[in-house]
């Protein structure tokens, strides 16, 4: 979270340097089934970040000593490649990456009905390959596809969303500039259904007030991403039934 004062990151009529109201998503697409040796897939555009996500499994969990017999366990990795950001990135993992795919291997893991498959692993590999902020949310909402997609029983579908505070004020899914001279961002993970967070991570600060109200507009949010995931995996059944049709 920057400070720069002279950066106005909201105009007079409220708006916001993309040209956004505060309660509007960025431009989200979500598309399943892109790569075809994966057990399932995903591919999202979310503002301009641009990630793919393949998934692997349930197979026997390796090394042995990471398997749980009560229930499978989701690794995710989460990693950015060289030329998703500006400058080149150095490849390979780093805290940052660490830390990104543990907190969405722990959301997915609440997702997917784990205690099926004991001393197995899932594995989501999450590919980004161009970084525009939020980018743990959208392969967080992308890797749910993915494993759907790989017909992986779930008990609900993961959304990831992010509200935050720019120029004082509460607004959902932030932008580079609004993440990089902003106030406070706010990333989640939730149940679909349930409403369950399963994810949350906060950069800066927010009062008890503001952060409620950021709650809100994630809530009402999730609602939009997770009908654009089973539209996503709609695509995918009516796509099979097409081709069944033709045989
Ligand atoms: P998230 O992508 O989940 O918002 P961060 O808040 O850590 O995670 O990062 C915000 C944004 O900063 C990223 O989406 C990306 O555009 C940019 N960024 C992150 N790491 C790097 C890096 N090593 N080099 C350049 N830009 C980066």
């Not at 075809?36 to 503002?47: H, K, L, T």
């Not at 970040?49 to 398997?67: D, M, S, W």
């Not at 709650?215 to 996503?232: H, V």
């Amino acid at each position: 979270m920057g400070t720069a004062s002279d950066i106005k990151l909201i105009d007079e009529n409220g708006l916001r340097i993309d040209g956004r109201s505060p309660t509007e998503l960025r431009p989200l697409k979500i598309e399943t089934d892109v790569l075809d040796r994966a057990d399932g897939s995903a591919y999202i555009e979310w503002g301009g970040n641009k990630i793919l996500v393949a998934v692997y499994g349930p197979r026997e969990a390796y090394p042995k000593h990471t398997q749980d017999i009560d229930k499978a366990v989701i690794k995710a990795r989460y990693n950015m490649s060289a030329f998703s950001v500006d400058e080149r990135k150095r490849p390979g993992p780093d805290r940052r990456s660490v830390e990104i795919s543990k907190v969405i291997s722990e959301a997915l893991q609440a997702a997917v009905m784990v205690e099926q498959f004991p001393r197995a692993q899932i594995d989501v590999f999450i590919e980004v390959l161009q970084a525009d902020a939020g980018t743990r949310i959208a392969g967080l909402t992308a890797s749910s596809v993915a494993l759907a997609s790989a017909g992986i029983p779930m008990r609900d579908l993961v959304v990831g969303c992010a509200a935050g505070k720019v120029d004082g004020k509460i607004v959902l899914d932030l932008g580079k500039e609004e993440d990089n001279f902003g106030q406070a961002d706010l990333p989640m993970g939730i149940l679909a259904r349930s409403g369950k967070i399963v994810l949350m991570q906060m950069d800066g600060d927010l009062t008890e007030d503001e952060f409620n109200q950021a709650t809100e507009l994630i809530m009402d949010a999730t609602r939009r991403i997770y009908e654009i995931q089973r539209e996503a995996l709609a695509g995918k059944y009516r796509a099979m039934a097409i081709e069944r049709g033709g045989e």
